[in-house]
């Protein structure tokens, strides 16, 4: 089936710097991919959909200059954390959809802790 | 009010009972649901999938849709241990939408 990678699995930063999580398509292609972000016992909230070749589309409330995604190709989209403070530490996931699947499949998450 | 309403619980069972999760919602819109099965610290996987309302059974695990009602349930025949995991549902008006997540029913089965 559809396979979604997404790395880091978990990251460490200190408050100020950058964090990338990248998330890819392994045996698809994924002109839409979508980033969720999920706090302790709570829901994934969906921050913004990724869409190849052209800006994401952010969910309201979510600061587009803080949260850099860039889908540069058809199998790869990134998120990038800037100056990240401690309250942007929490369970960052990616999904994408496979044309030829039903459903969305998610990638493993990445754990960010920021201190 | 939230567009999908799900109780987290936590549910705890001994194993082999039948579990029941379930959730509603308000959008009448919404014409696809899914469930699917966390372990901590991981991302979701993809558990079963519904298009519109009825039944859709696979292996242990049974997915029910009653869009009259707005509700939906996830029953898992014979527990396991390995079961125990949280539980999300998820719905959208298309493939193509964005999808409303419930909270998740945090789920035990105890050997």
């Known amino acids: 089936g559809a396979v979604v990678s997404q790395h880091p699995s978990w990251v460490i930063c200190k408050s100020g710097t950058s964090v990338k999580i990248e998330c890819r398509s392994l045996?698809?292609?994924?002109?839409?991919m979508f980033w969720y972000r999920q706090f302790p016992k709570q829901s994934l909230m969906l921050m913004a959909t990724?869409?190849?070749?052209?800006?994401?589309?952010?969910e309201q409330g979510v600061e587009k200059d803080k949260f850099l995604i860039n889908h540069a190709s058809l199998t790869l989209s990134t998120l990038t954390v800037t100056s990240a403070h401690p309250e942007d530490s929490s369970f960052y996931i990616c999904?994408?959809?496979?044309?030829?699947?039903?459903?969305?499949?998610f990638g493993s998450g990445t754990r960010l802790t920021v201190v | 009010q939230k567009e999908v309403e799900q109780d987290p619980g936590p549910l705890s069972v001994p194993e082999g009972a039948i579990v029941s999760l379930n959730c509603t919602y308000s959008?009448?819109?919404?014409?696809?649901f899914m469930w699917y099965r966390q372990y901590s610290r991981k991302g979701p996987e993809l558990l079963m999938y519904?298009?519109?309302?009825g039944n859709k059974e696979d292996g242990r695990f049974t997915a029910q849709v009653d869009k009259s009602s707005k509700y939906i349930s996830l029953f898992i025949r014979d527990s396991q241990p390995s079961d125990s995991a949280t539980y999300l549902c998820?719905?959208?008006?298309?493939?193509?939408?964005?999808?409303?997540f419930g909270t998740g029913t945090s789920l035990t089965v105890i050997p």
């Open positions: 999904s994408a959809r496979d044309s030829g699947n039903d459903g969305y499949t």
């Open positions: 045996d698809f292609q994924a002109t839409t």
């Open positions: 990724s869409n190849e070749g052209s800006k994401a589309t952010y």
């Open positions: 959008n009448s819109a919404f014409q696809y």
């Open positions: 519904t298009y519109s309302s």
């Open positions: 998820a719905m959208s008006i298309g493939l193509g939408n964005q999808f409303y």
